[in-house]
């Protein structure tokens, strides 16, 4: 990436835009009101706004490392919070993608040093589901379905909230757990069956009342 050229690549796009809506900006800075929360990974090839074809203020966007939504992280809780109280957002969608760095990192049995941590949420979600993971021979395989099963943990993640779990029940918030394949460029709903996952703990993650 030439930095040199950000700045003209700027002023072409401020060009763009106004010679088709001359009021864009106008609009832009009157507020944002996003119907989309998207939590996805930091990884660069996996842009948030490119995968939905969404424009500047319909995607309220948090990343990090592997798409994980932490209960003391605060800046996820934060990010959440802000979307579902105040922006009123109508879907929550955690996205992960096939080959992913964070994953694989999580799977190398050595120290990483401060990724430690962080990646130990990784490692509880393989231990969680352990005898199907090490039921798949193919270590490529392996890894993308615990790509899958570490967004379904985390959407279980964001039900975990109070706010989230009362936006559900009064607002009809919907909770959406999606896998990118790099390989295609296919986005992949995993239509998660959250009464069926949430089945077995729902008595104690229950905080409506």
Request: one cysteine or more; hydrophobic letters at 40%.
């Amino acid at each position: 990436m030439n930095l040199e050229r950000v700045f003209e690549h700027n002023k072409e796009w401020i060009d763009k835009r106004l010679a088709q809506d001359v009021t864009f900006f106008d609009k832009l800075s009157a507020g944002q009101k996003p119907e989309v929360l998207y939590i996805g990974c930091s990884d660069s090839r996996v842009t948030a706004e490119e995968l939905l074809g969404a424009e500047p203020g319909e995607v309220f966007v948090h990343r990090n490392i592997a798409n994980m939504v932490i209960g003391l992280d605060m800046n996820t809780t934060s990010v959440l919070d802000y979307a579902v109280e105040h922006l009123k957002v109508k879907h929550v969608i955690v996205c992960g993608h096939y080959n992913c760095g964070g994953i694989k990192s999580a799977m190398i049995p050595k120290d990483l040093g401060v990724m430690n941590p962080w990646l130990r949420n990784i490692r509880d979600v393989y231990r969680l589901h352990s005898e199907e993971l090490n039921a798949i021979d193919n270590e490529g395989m392996r890894y993308n379905r615990l790509v899958e099963l570490n967004v379904q943990e985390q959407c279980v993640n964001v039900v975990k909230n109070p706010f989230v779990q009362r936006a559900m029940l009064n607002e009809g918030l919907q909770i959406h757990g999606w896998v990118f394949d790099l390989f295609t460029g296919k986005l992949i709903d995993l239509e998660l069956d959250f009464e069926k996952i949430l089945m077995n703990i729902k008595e104690i993650y229950d905080i409506t009342e």
